[in-house]
C-alpha cells in the first residue's frame, strides 16, 4: 500500500501526492498553493469531474444539481454542512446538470438533485431526492465503508 494519497486540487487541477501521515486538512496544492480541503463544496465543471474522477485517490461524492431546481436550492445548505463532517475523508463537489448533460447520461440521471458517490470514477452508490446533512452523511460512510 501506498504511503501517499493522490489529491486533485479543486483549484488549478494540479495531482499532489500527501503523505498518508500527515493531516491533509492542513494541506495545499504544491502548485498554485490552495489549500486541498475547505470543508465546504467546490463547483466543478465536466473538465473538472472527470479530472477527480481519473486522478483522486479518496471517494468523491456529487451534488448534481440545476439553479432553477427548487429541490436542488432546498438540499444545498445541507450538502455544505456534510462537508465539514466529511472531509478530508470524501471529496464534494457540485455539478450543474445543465453544463454536464454528458455526465448525467453516463450514470443515468432522471431526477435531480442527485448524489454520485464514487471512487477512481466507479459508482460506489447513488441517489435521488433531496436528503438532509445527517442522511448525506449516514448514506456516504455506509456506501464508502
Known amino acids: 500500500m501506498s504511503d501517499k494519497t493522490h489529491i486533485v486540487c479543486t483549484k488549478c487541477g494540479t495531482v499532489n501526492a500527501a503523505a498518508a501521515d500527515r493531516d491533509p486538512r ?6 498554485c498553493g490552495a489549500q486541498l480541503f475547505a470543508g465546504k463544496p467546490v463547483d466543478v465543471d465536466v473538465a ?7 486522478r483522486s485517490d479518496i471517494p ?3 451534488d448534481v444539481w440545476a439553479p432553477w431546481c427548487g429541490p436542488c436550492r432546498q438540499m444545498s445548505p445541507m450538502f455544505e454542512r456534510a462537508a465539514s463532517e466529511l472531509e478530508p475523508g470524501v471529496r464534494l463537489l457540485k455539478l450543474n446538470a445543465d453544463s454536464a448533460p454528458d455526465v448525467c447520461a453516463r450514470y443515468g440521471i432522471r431526477g435531480i438533485p442527485a448524489l454520485l458517490l464514487l471512487r ?3 459508482l460506489l ?20 465503508a
Open 26 to 31: 492542513d494541506a495545499k496544492c504544491g502548485k
Open 120 to 122: 477512481h470514477g466507479k
Open 48 to 54: 473538472g469531474f472527470d479530472k477527480q474522477m481519473e
Open 60 to 62: 468523491v461524492l456529487v
Open 125 to 144: 452508490a447513488q441517489s435521488a431526492g433531496v436528503m438532509d446533512t445527517a442522511n448525506i452523511v449516514r448514506w456516504t460512510r455506509t456506501h464508502v
